[in-house]
């Protein structure tokens, strides 16, 4: 079936720094979507994109839809502590939109 | 609204009982997700339903898993016999048709 690869898996960054992390497919996706889950709770909805080349934002964060549709990029501008988590990219596999696949995840973590 | 809620939020079981995870969605919401998260394969989509009815349990590991939506306001997912492998934590979510999906707190399962 349709995977979602993520990296990098872990990320260990001083605060205050800007951080990347990606996703890729190895089919389309139609929408691509970052939820962030902080430790002891289930992943939040971060962002949602649903066309090719698009790119928004949320505050500090910021998502593009990848022009190919296979890949889809989160950044994150001067981290601070809170956003400690695991983000991960998930999307609806083709011809079935109505449930959505995980990838594993990039687990942020931030040195004092 | 409360949001969603899972109960236990921590279950610890001896191998060969039963345990049943419960979820109460968001009202309105008419789809409900049942997802494992471990750490060497992410978050599984296990079983899900819109408006009651069961549509994919294609992720449901073995007969041992049992999942039910007897109303719009609660669903068990029931594992009999558990197994030390079962050991995960199982995230409950819910949503009104798009993919802004609400996850509970989660429950988090030991079999020993």
């Known amino acids: 079936g349709q995977q979602l690869n993520q990296s990098p898996q872990s990320m260990f960054i001083q605060e205050g720094e800007d951080v990347s992390m990606n996703c890729t497919s190895s089919s389309i996706f139609n929408t691509w979507l970052w939820y962030k889950q902080d430790p002891g709770e289930g992943p939040v909805l971060l962002i949602a994109?649903?066309?090719?080349?698009e790119l928004t934002s949320n505050g500090r964060l910021t998502a593009q839809f990848g022009i190919t549709r296979k890949d889809s990029f989160l950044n994150i501008s001067a981290s601070i502590p809170s956003d400690v988590g695991i983000y991960f990219c998930?999307?609806?596999?083709?011809?079935?939109?109505?449930?959505?696949?995980f990838g594993k995840g990039t687990r942020l973590h931030i040195l004092p | 609204d409360a949001g969603v809620i899972q109960s236990p939020r921590h279950e610890v079981t001896e191998m060969g009982q039963e345990v049943t995870l419960r979820c109460k969605p968001i009202?309105?919401?008419?789809?409900l997700f049942w997802y494992r998260q471990t750490m060497m394969r992410g978050l599984e989509l296990l079983i899900y339903f819109n408006n009651n009815v069961p549509i994919d349990d294609s992720g449901m590991p073995e007969d041992r898993f049992s999942a039910k939506m007897p109303n719009a306001s609660f669903s068990t997912l029931k594992i009999q016999p558990s197994e030390p492998r079962d050991s995960a934590v199982y995230f409950c979510?819910?949503?009104?048709?798009?993919?802004?999906?609400?996850f509970g707190s989660g429950t988090r399962l030991t079999v020993v």
């Open positions: 998930a999307g609806p596999p083709m011809n079935r939109d109505d449930k959505i696949i």
């Open positions: 009202s309105g919401h008419d789809y």
């Open positions: 994109l649903y066309k090719a080349g």
């Open positions: 979510a819910s949503s009104l048709a798009g993919y802004g999906y609400t």
